[in-house]
Structures are given as structure tokens and as C-alpha cells.
């Protein structure tokens, strides 16, 4: 499974961004698909999954109420809705991927097998 993220960008305090994963090599259809992201200096940190249920997303707590996750699994694709973009929201945001995964490790990055090259968020206060 190959990723490709996009959309980031520059945006000022209180603005939105929304950014987009396409997959290439199979559906993405069974896999469960987080975001990450990765400040400078900093751990690569849990932003949000959805599982290939398509059940409710699950958000670190910094983001709930902000960002939306949503899949489509014809078009393969994983988007990531931004609102109320705050300056410790930037970062690179990663989109990755895996087939098998337990509810306790959905957060954790070595969890996941499929990632893609990341895409910059600048958010200027």
C-alpha cells in the first residue's frame, strides 16, 4: 500500500485546512487508517483513526470538537477536516495505515505498517 498526503499548507489562528490521503496498491477497504502528526522536535503524536468498520472516529483529546476524519473506501481515500486551527497545531501530518490492529494500540505509530510521506501545517498566531 502506497500513501500520498496533501493539502497542507499556511493558515492563520482560527482558519481550516482539510487534508486528503489517497492510497495506491489495494483498497483500503478492511484497513484501519489513522493520522499523526510530528512538530518539530517532538514525538510523532495520535491525532485521530477510523477503523475499517467505519464506526465512530476516535480523536486525541487535543483535537476532538476541531478535526474530522472521514474515509471512502471506493475512492480509497482519507480526509482530515481542520477547524479552529491553533499555532500548536502545526506540524507534519502523516497518514498511515494497517490491516491488523487491537483497539489499545489504534493511538500508537508502530502500530501501524503503511505511511505516508507526510504534509507540512503551518498555523501563524
Known amino acids: 500500500v502506497q500513501l500520498q498526503a496533501s493539502g497542507g499548507g499556511l493558515v492563520q489562528t482560527g482558519g481550516s485546512l482539510r487534508l486528503s490521503c489517497a492510497a495506491s496498491?489495494?483498497?483500503?477497504?478492511?484497513?484501519?487508517l489513522g493520522w499523526f502528526r510530528q512538530a518539530t522536535g517532538k514525538e510523532r503524536e495520535f491525532v485521530g483513526v477510523?477503523?475499517?468498520?467505519?464506526?465512530?472516529?476516535i480523536y486525541a483529546d487535543s483535537v476532538k470538537g476541531r478535526f474530522t476524519i472521514s474515509r471512502d473506501n471506493a475512492k480509497s481515500t482519507l480526509d482530515l477536516q481542520m477547524n479552529s486551527l491553533q499555532p500548536e497545531d502545526t506540524a507534519v501530518y502523516y497518514c498511515?495505515?494497517?490491516?491488523?490492529?487491537?483497539?489499545?494500540?489504534?493511538?500508537?505509530?508502530?502500530?501501524?505498517?503503511?505511511w505516508g510521506q507526510g504534509t507540512q501545517v503551518t498555523v501563524s498566531s
Open positions: 477510523i477503523r475499517s468498520t467505519n464506526s465512530n472516529p
Open positions: 498511515a495505515t494497517t490491516s491488523t490492529i487491537i483497539y489499545s494500540n489504534l493511538g500508537v505509530p508502530s502500530s501501524y505498517h503503511y
Open positions: 496498491g489495494r483498497t483500503l477497504r478492511g484497513y484501519t
